[in-house]
Structure formats: structure tokens, C-alpha cells
């Protein structure tokens, strides 16, 4: 597919211009980032890894009826997605207590929760992503009462999923983070999962070990982010049980 004019460049992916209106090509890039890119590398065949596993997580919602922005993988790096209207906001599931739930509130890493806690940041990079409360995001007219009570639906819909999928396969799924866009069909707008869903938006830990396989491996320095991301697609059958590292390469 030729390459098309872009329209977006984040942290971990570019948005090019689609091949239809109201798509876009979303490519999945290898830099990896933390502590609100503070932290920064090149990890080899990330960019790989994330595109088959959020097609694998995407692909599984909608089978499910959860809408999403996904409309099919084009190469080992690009999907087509839908054009969304990104609410500005990331929405955070938590299961067990870890990384900033645990320093506000003092809970040992690890701590269930009595029940799925969704939580809400405003995306801004250069304030840090600060929490804020459901009222805010009304005055603000990030997203109305409505928006919200349909984005918490949809958000615990995602976490029973992901959960019995990574159970299935021995990972606890700890927290995990997702946007949601607007799709207008002629005069009715709904609500989508968007952007991306991937080893880089969860905390994954394996059951038996605690061992992490998710992006706090790059954060804190606990190993090979690759062999992580390796090990989850592994286990989700989206690579073969004896499939090496996956190498950075746009063939199908």
C-alpha cells in the first residue's frame, strides 16, 4: 500500500490518510517510551508485536458486539481504522493495585481491588495526564453524563473479556488503559474502542511467577521488553510456540 499523507504522529504510532474517507492507516512504530516519554528507546520489532496483538484484542471485542475503530491488519506493521473523534481522555481499568494507584493510596503492589476501578486522565502530555473526576469532564465538555455512563459500560465489557482471554492463557490482567472515539453514522453517534490495545496499554503479569510482561519490563529495567511481548503473543497463538523475535519488516 503507498504511503499517504500523514496526519498524526504520537509516541508509539503514526496516523496516515486512508485509502477511503473516514479511514485512516495506523502504523505501529518501535520507539518505546515512559514516565511521559522521560525514558526513551528503539525496541526491535515492538512495532510488530503490538500491531498482531491489538488486531488479535480488537478483532476478539468485536466479536463480542463491542465496537471498535478496527477494520483489518494491512501488514505486519499497518492496520486500516476507522476516523474517530478521540474524547480526550484515557480510560483506566484497574483490577489490582499497581504503579500509581499504589503511591497515592498506599496499597502493596499486587492488592486486589474490591471491584474493577475505572478511572479517567485527561490527555495532555505536557501535564502529565493528570487524573481527573467525572465532573470535570462534564464542565470541561470533554464528554456528557451520557458519554460517560456508555464509556464505563463499554470499558468493564473490554475488562471481562481481556480478563477471561488472559486467564485463559496464565496472565493476570492487572490494569489497562484505553481511549474511546465518536463515529457519526449520518445524524447518530456511538461510541467506539480506538487507538490501540497491546502489551504497551496493560499491566500483564503471569500468574504463578508475578513475572511482568507487559511495558513496566522497559520502565523499570527488568529485562527484555521483545521477550516479553514475544512470550504474551506466544500464548495468545498469534505467533507459533517456536516463532523467533519478529523482525521489523512491512511484508504481510
Known amino acids: ?39 526513551k528507546d528503539v525496541i526491535d520489532g515492538k512495532g510488530v508485536l503490538n500491531n498482531r496483538l491489538s488486531e488479535f484484542f480488537m478483532t476478539g471485542l468485536m466479536n463480542i458486539g463491542v465496537p471498535t475503530h478496527f477494520i483489518k491488519r494491512l501488514n505486519m506493521r499497518e492496520q486500516l481504522v476507522r476516523q474517530v473523534e478521540i474524547i480526550p481522555l484515557e480510560v483506566i481499568v484497574r483490577n489490582f493495585a499497581a504503579g500509581s494507584i499504589s503511591k497515592r493510596l498506599g496499597l502493596e503492589e499486587g492488592t486486589p481491588l474490591p471491584r474493577p476501578i475505572v478511572e479517567y486522565s485527561y490527555k495532555d502530555d505536557a501535564l502529565g495526564d493528570p487524573l481527573v473526576p467525572e465532573e470535570y469532564i462534564i464542565a470541561f465538555g470533554w464528554a456528557s453524563q451520557q458519554d460517560l455512563d456508555d464509556i464505563v459500560a463499554l470499558a468493564l465489557r473490554v475488562n471481562d473479556f481481556m480478563s477471561g482471554v488472559m486467564h485463559g492463557v496464565g496472565i493476570k490482567l492487572v490494569d489497562f488503559k484505553i481511549e474511546i472515539g465518536r463515529i457519526w453514522d449520518n445524524d447518530f453517534m456511538r461510541l467506539v474502542v480506538a487507538d490501540e490495545i497491546s502489551p504497551d496499554s496493560c499491566r500483564l503479569w503471569d500468574v504463578e511467577t508475578g513475572k511482568k510482561l507487559d511495558k513496566d519490563v522497559f520502565r523499570r529495567d527488568l529485562g527484555n521488553l521483545t521477550d516479553a511481548y514475544t512470550e504474551v503473543a506466544r500464548r495468545l497463538g498469534v505467533l507459533p510456540a517456536n516463532s523467533a523475535h519478529p523482525k521489523p519488516t512491512l511484508i504481510n
Do not use: S, W
Not at 500500500?1 to 485512516?24: D, F, H, Q, S
Open 1 to 39: 500500500m503507498a504511503r499517504r499523507k500523514k496526519i498524526y504522529e504520537g509516541k508509539a504510532k503514526v496516523l496516515y490518510e486512508g485509502p477511503e474517507p473516514g479511514t485512516l492507516v495506523q502504523y505501529f512504530k518501535d520507539d518505546a517510551t515512559a514516565f511521559n516519554a522521560e525514558k
